[in-house]
């Protein structure tokens, strides 16, 4: 009867660590979810996306050939490189603790990953140069949406549409959402405005879907770039997905644990977005 302890049985022990990590790094992605992914296979790390110009269609009298229209793709090169993290976990540090600090990292590492991620694409909204609205010192209001919703409507970009901002962006179209009505018997607070008293949440303006994320850069005059957009605007490379492994370092009498992914990102559809600067003060 066979008894031997295998690698394959002691990475048994370390499952907490790996559910733990891969559950917080898809819950913690805002941004993931929201743009196109290109999994790239076989053994490159660059992909190629086409990008497609628009094609006019014309009126044409009977038994009249067709004129030839040239269809002519450029296109958005996306490089996947790779992000990671380590630590090392001594067999005394995890015993002696009172918490299950394997499942804690795991925790912390896919929240690390996933923030990097989202900080990653979110850096791409200042490349929307066709399409902007907003101003250094503008707070975001619901007129700032529908401005973005226009733009991309008047350009002929498919729905659905995204809205991705800081929270501290979000509070003031929170605040007067929830205040709208306040001191008239004219007019009421809206449907969106209950959903943000009672939940905290934005939800659909304009029918655009609005998202918080605080992975944003926020500059010295306290303002933001943040972006309205269809997902067909930025592309995400995915090489490898996030994946977490462990390896013991016996002589350490500890465990290393190292969590990575390998992406790339890209702005594929630069008019398929609008980057919106807002205020991030209180």
Known sequence: MANETTSSTLSELYTNITQEAIFSFQETSVMRPLVTLYPLMGSGKVAEVPVYPVVSAAAV??????????????????????????????????????????????????????????????????????????????????????????????????A?????????????????????????SAYAISNVGNEALTNGYIGRIAGIDVFEDANFTIDASDDSVGGVFSPISIGLAMKEDFKVETQRDASMRATEIVASIVYGKAVVKENYGVAVTTDCAF
């Open 160 to 184: 659905p549409y995204y809205a991705v901002f800081h929270p501290k962006a979000v509070f003031n179209l929170k605040k007067t959402l929830t205040q709208a009505g306040y001191g008239t």
């Open 61 to 158: 009298n009977e038994a009249t050939d067709l004129s030839n229209t040239a269809v002519n793709p450029t296109s958005a090169t996306i490089t996947a490189s790779e992000t990671g993290v380590m630590t090392t976990l001594t067999d005394l540090g995890a015993s002696s603790a009172s918490r299950n600090v394997g499942a804690d990292i795991g925790r912390l590492f896919g929240e690390a990953i996933a923030k990097k991620v989202d900080a990653d694409l979110i850096g791409l909204f200042s490349s929307f140069t066709t399409n902007t609205a907003g101003a250094a010192g503008t707070e975001l209001t619901a007129d700032l949406l529908f401005k973005a919703q226009a733009q991309l409507r008047s350009l002929n970009v498919p």
